[in-house]
């Protein structure tokens, strides 16, 4: 009985140093998805990555929840996309949350980070900041960060190869996937905002544009508001289809790789509809 007394009392007594060991983990608020998604990547198990927007939504639209609003009282590290920082969400978080050891990253801003040049720029920026922050952590984070170079490289070279049948197809886009459809080959004629942008005037200089160009494809920015084209698409008698900007904005989605995919196979299956 006293033996069983003893390892009670000192299972108890460990209990607090195992609470104090978690709460070294380095806690980082990641901005968006793309965000969220490379630093998962990086640090693994080694940091507790907490996602702000959703992969569904804009960012500059979205209400962040009370929930970010706690994990940033306690957060080492918030890393934003570089249009984030003056998003009247993010300085209301950060100004509520008011917490004096938070260091704040801010990456490049690139118009289109899913593009495979963007995914190596900020995996290697997060990578070389992570190593100073949490020297701890450098020699595995270098080592994700090699791998993941190598799989971006990899899965751009083969979705490259896959997009040879549209190279120079006449394309209407939303501005948002400009960077995407230049990327794959296709000739971008035109784009056009969010939906309630299109007035009957943009509406109808668009169906000019994509009837003098024979426009054949017509891409919407899921994230700006899905099928905002869908009506010139039809009127061409083009093909339609709604690309995401973000990771997890679908099911299936949920890493850079999946989504980048899913957005090839929807521009190629638009492609195969032209003219039907």
């Known amino acids: 009985m ?9 299972f108890a007594l460990l209990l607090p140093c195992t609470g104090n060991a978690s709460q070294t983990t ?14 998962s990547d990086l640090t693994g198990p080694e940091a507790k990555v907490q996602q702000l927007i ?7 639209h979205y209400d962040l ?9 306690k957060a080492d590290l918030l890393v934003l996309e570089g249009y984030q920082p003056n998003m009247s969400n993010m300085t209301n978080l950060i100004q509520a949350a008011d917490n004096r050891k938070l260091q704040t990253l801010v990456l490049p801003k690139i118009y289109n980070s899913m593009l495979p040049s963007a995914q190596i720029t900020y995996t290697e920026r997060l990578a070389t900041e992570l190593a100073k922050l949490f020297p701890a952590m450098a020699s595995s984070v270098d080592k994700a960060a090699a791998k993941r170079i190598d799989m971006i490289r990899t899965k751009a070279s083969r979705e490259a190869a896959r997009l040879r049948p ?3 197809v006449p394309t209407l886009c939303a501005a948002m996937q400009k960077g995407f459809a230049s990327w794959a080959g296709l000739k971008v004629v035109g784009t056009y905002g969010r939906p309630e942008d299109l007035s009957p005037s943009a509406y109808g200089k668009l169906l000019t544009l994509g009837k003098d ?3 054949r494809l017509v891409l919407d920015n899921l994230q700006s508001g899905p099928n905002a084209g869908a009506g010139i698409a039809e009127s061409l008698q083009a093909g339609h289809a709604d690309l ?17 995919t899913a957005n090839t196979q929807k521009l190629l299956d638009a492609l195969a509809e032209a003219g039907k």
């Not at 900007?245 to 980048?260: C, I, K, N, T, V």
Request: aromatic share 8%.
């Open 2 to 10: 006293r033996r069983c007394i003893l390892a009670f009392l000192l």
């Open 26 to 39: 380095p806690r980082i608020l990641a901005g968006t998805s793309i965000v969220a998604d490379i630093l």
């Open 54 to 60: 959703p992969g569904g939504a804009c960012p500059g």
């Open 65 to 73: 929840r009370p929930g970010d609003l706690i994990f940033l009282e």
């Open 166 to 168: 549209a190279k120079d």
């Open 213 to 215: 160009n024979h426009v």
């Open 244 to 260: 995401t900007s973000f990771p997890g904005a679908l099911p299936g989605q949920d890493g850079w790789a999946a989504a980048f």
